[in-house]
């Protein structure tokens, strides 16, 4: 068994949280540090790590005036 807690709550924005997800998986296969301790698979490290809150959305959309 892994000794890795599995997360309990369901995110409000399942949408928004894959996103996210993806997005950090990417980064990590580029060679970004972890921020959490967890899996060594990159797409299961990216989803403990915004399960956790160490990764959040940024929003890179410029305002529209």
């Not at 997360?7 to 399942?14: E, F, G, Q, Y």
């Not at 997005?23 to 967890?38: D, F, I, N, S």
Request: hydrophobic share 30%.
């Amino acid at each position: 068994m892994s000794d890795t807690p599995r997360p309990t709550a369901r995110p409000k924005n399942s949408f928004e949280f894959v996103t996210v997800a993806s997005h950090r998986a990417r980064q990590l296969l580029e060679g970004c540090t972890p921020k959490v301790e967890g899996s060594a698979k990159p797409a299961r490290r990216a989803l403990q790590e915004v399960v956790s809150g160490a990764v959040k959305r940024s929003d890179n959309t410029p305002s529209v005036e």
